[in-house]
């Protein structure tokens, strides 16, 4: 069985840019998560899909981030623009139900904002 | 906002002993997880307990639960290098069945 597939795995770019995230979950599984992971700490949920319908994005920083899982399977996160504290690792999670049990990680985007 | 709090922060171990994290959390839950991340790596479920369970086993590994005191902890036996890694607890909680991580305690086991 495939895992959860993101890419690109290492982002470096200076404040004020932006950049785009992408994330591929395991096949058949409905909802979807982006999590934030800051050095040192255990990851905060950004966004939360079933399907392509949000179920969850009350921590998700409107002003700069926006997120869209097209036809319910891939599903990319945009900062828009960057900000020093931006800098983390950006976890892309995946499950089968909708209950938030049993989630399946990806290996992660490095982002660092210079 | 994180709900839960590992503790300790770190532990080093030697291998073959037994390694045991705590975790706290704040309000009432329906279930608790526990996951596992290697370093540069995503995070792995190990195992998850509900909020009517007490204790449960999975291999080398023990959950216990006492909602009473919003508590849990995950013991590793026998653990072995591979087990280095950093272990989180997630609390499953509320109507909107939100997850919250801790904040891990870092596993280190000595050859």
């Known amino acids: 069985e495939a895992g959860v597939a993101q890419s690109p795995r290492y982002k470096i770019i200076e404040k004020r840019q932006s950049v785009a995230f992408w994330c591929n979950p395991i096949s058949g599984h409905a909802t979807l998560y982006w999590y934030q992971q800051i050095l040192g700490q255990g990851p905060k949920l950004l966004i939360q899909?079933?399907?392509?319908?949000?179920?969850?994005d009350s921590q998700l920083p409107k002003d700069r981030f926006s997120a869209e899982r097209l036809k319910g399977v891939d599903s990319t996160l945009k900062i828009q623009p960057a900000k020093l504290e931006d800098s983390a690792v950006y976890l892309c999670?995946?499950?089968?139900?909708?209950?938030?049990?049993?989630?399946?990680f990806g290996s992660g985007t490095q982002l660092s904002v210079l | 906002s994180q709900q839960g709090e590992e503790d300790p922060q770190a532990l080093s171990i030697q291998e073959g002993e037994n390694a045991t994290m705590n975790c706290s959390y704040k309000?009432?839950?329906?279930?608790l997880q526990w996951y596992r991340q290697n370093s540069g790596r995503g995070l792995v479920h190990l195992i998850l307990?509900?909020?009517?369970?007490r204790e449960k086993h999975s291999g080398r590994l023990r959950v216990t639960l006492d909602t009473s005191k919003k508590s849990s902890s995950l013991l590793i036996t026998a653990s072995r290098a591979a087990d280095t890694a950093s272990y989180f607890c997630a609390s499953l909680s509320g109507s909107a069945r939100q997850l919250t991580f801790g904040s891990g305690t870092q596993l280190t086991v000595l050859p």
């Open positions: 307990i509900r909020s009517n369970e």
């Open positions: 999670a995946s499950s089968l139900s909708s209950f938030n049990e049993k989630l399946f």
């Open positions: 899909f079933q399907n392509n319908g949000v179920v969850d």
């Open positions: 309000t009432s839950i329906n279930n």
